[in-house]
């Protein structure tokens, strides 16, 4: 009895580095478990994938999910990129701040509806269809854009506390 070779297993090694299985989560159902997605890819795209998940400390597969998500965004939402920084990945405006940063101004001020996008580009200096990019990224993924604020938020209480410190030290 021959045994049966996995799909992809009787391909030459350069040829089944292009397979890989990505697990996706549908959003808004955390609850579920993921599910499988096979891609083929060309070996060029597998060897970057490979080199910036060893860059990142992060499993190629980790890695796909996080690109392909982003991207799926990004194409729901032009004008919006993903950028690295010290507490992750976060969205921000293309050639601009962080959407976040964008929200804080926004819900921050008093006027409301056309009034609001308009004093938000004043104050940011963006123009009114950045402010609106922005606003129907927050749309689609206010947790998340709430959950930026509430770090960047306790950071800031972290270095004014600190900095207080350093004054009474200082007797000021």
């Known amino acids: 009895m021959q045994r049966r070779q996995p799909a992809g297993e009787s ?12 697990q996706i989560k549908v959003k808004g159902q955390t609850d579920m478990p993921s599910r499988h997605l096979s891609l083929r890819l060309e070996p060029s795209t597998i060897e970057r994938l490979d080199d910036q998940s060893r860059r990142l400390g992060q499993s190629r597969s980790q890695l796909a999910k996080t690109l392909l998500e982003e991207g799926l965004r990004m194409e729901a939402h032009p004008g919006i990129v993903f ?13 601009g701040p962080d959407v976040w940063e964008v929200v804080r101004v926004f819900t921050g001020i008093d006027a409301r ?40 938020d306790g950071e800031a209480s972290r270095a004014e506390a600190s900095w207080q410190r350093q004054q009474d030290i200082l007797g000021q």
């Not at 391909?11 to 990505?22: D, E, G, I, K, M």
């Not at 950028?83 to 050639?95: I, N």
């Open 113 to 152: 509806g056309e009034a609001a996008i308009a004093q938000t580009s004043q104050l940011t200096g963006l123009r009114q269809e950045q402010v609106r990019v922005a606003l129907s990224y927050y749309a689609d993924y206010r947790e998340e854009i709430d959950h930026w604020i509430q770090l960047i």
């Open 11 to 22: 391909l030459p090694l350069s040829a089944r580095l292009c397979y890989t299985v990505l």
């Open 83 to 95: 950028r690295s920084g010290p507490a992750g990945r976060r969205p921000g405006l293309a050639g």
